[in-house]
């Protein structure tokens, strides 16, 4: 692991290696190479450390875009991947930090444990500011990673819940004034949330179709429920995508909530029924 940690971004490069950062994660190699294509989370997930991001290209190969950060600093990004060797490699094309190099190699510990050792090439840094460049990207990175890593197992916990639809078409809740909004509950099978809009009961999928996204607190703008892991949109009324995400990403336009169960108070309390 050593070699992987310490070679130059190109033969011969004079690129200044400024740090490493190492983690180990309970998370599956096909989950990190989801997360390092995933492009349109960087403003969401990591919305302390990006503003905007603009796609130029992208494929299994990687992505290239135009990058704000939060401070509102412009940059252009091109990751690509190298499933071969297990890694991929992040430059700054344009903007803040030109010509700075992050070299990302991933080891499999097990079936769903990894540890990744990110290296750190920059430009222009003098020998004696070395150390203290690499500790400013690897505490930015312990951060990004942190949130990465949370993201990461909340999908794999929902891909692990496998969908078991039931002949449920209805489910009895407390009284409104009993229950604590949201609130959670099952109807045929699948996780839904109960919410208030405009002094109005409604109930919607709690998972996001996009990549099974939390819903169960997302926020609510305008009768919209917005996944706070990639900003998509989704009208509570009919379920409706009502954005295009980030760059009109065409392959997801289909992407919508399932149709929601209809919610009606009786002298029980909240009553949920499929809708038909």
């Not at 010509?99 to 769903?112: A, K, N």
């Not at 993201?151 to 916990?157: G, K, P, S």
């Not at 954005?243 to 009553?271: D, F, I, K, T, W």
């Amino acid at each position: 692991m050593g070699n992987n940690s310490r070679q130059r971004a190109e033969p011969g490069s004079q690129i200044p290696h400024v740090g490493t950062y190492r983690r180990a994660m309970s998370v599956s190699l096909e989950r990190m190479y989801e997360n390092a294509l995933d492009w349109e989370h960087l403003p969401y997930v990591h919305d302390s450390s990006f503003g905007s991001i603009k796609v130029q290209d992208s494929g299994r190969w990687g992505w290239k875009a135009a990058l704000v950060d939060s401070r509102g600093r412009d940059s252009v990004i091109e990751l690509r991947l190298d499933r071969e060797s297990r890694r991929w490699i992040t430059r700054n094309l344009a903007g803040g930090a030109l010509g700075s190099e992050i070299w990302t190699h991933v080891f499999v510990l097990g079936e769903r444990s990894i540890e990744i050792v990110v290296d750190f090439f920059v430009p222009g840094v003098s020998e004696a500011d070395r150390n203290k460049t690499g500790d400013a990207y690897a505490r930015l990175y312990h951060q990004l990673y942190d949130e990465d890593e949370a993201m990461m197992l909340a999908r794999q916990h929902e891909l692990d819940q496998r969908f078991q639809p039931s002949s449920e078409t209805a489910v009895q809740l407390a009284p409104r004034s009993e229950l604590s909004l949201p609130h959670s509950f099952e109807l045929g099978g699948r996780k839904q949330v109960l919410r208030e809009v405009e002094g109005s009961l409604v109930a919607h999928a709690a998972v996001c179709p996009h990549q099974s996204g939390p819903l169960t607190n997302a926020e609510l703008i305008a009768g919209e429920i917005i996944c706070p892991w990639h900003g998509y949109r989704f009208r509570l009324e009919d379920g409706v995508r009502v954005n295009p995400g980030a760059n009109g990403n065409a392959s997801v336009s289909h992407c919508a909530l399932r149709p929601a169960p209809v919610v009606s108070e009786n002298s029980q309390g909240v009553l949920i029924t499929a809708s038909s």
